[in-house]
């Protein structure tokens, strides 16, 4: 890919992907798990350490889905 000068296009289109999925993945975690903003206004604390466990785990689908199996 570096010799016929496609890497960086294969990789920005890679970065979109996966954030996209990302994007998606978090939306759907927070809808299917109830974190509301209703949460985040009533107890802080708890509505961050959710967040944070549902974009790790997200993190992780998308790092195998889509960079460590291409």
């Not at 996209?20 to 939306?27: G, I």
């Not at 927070?30 to 961050?48: C, H, P, R, S, Y």
């Amino acid at each position: 890919m570096i010799m016929i000068g496609t890497l960086w296009t294969h990789l920005a289109e890679v970065d979109e992907q996966a954030a996209d999925m990302f994007s998606r993945l978090v939306e759907q975690m927070k809808f299917n798990e109830g974190i509301t903003e209703q949460l985040k206004a009533d107890d802080q604390m708890e509505w961050v350490a959710r967040m944070n466990n549902i974009e790790a785990m997200a993190r992780e689908i998308v790092n195998h889905k889509l960079i460590f199996t291409a």
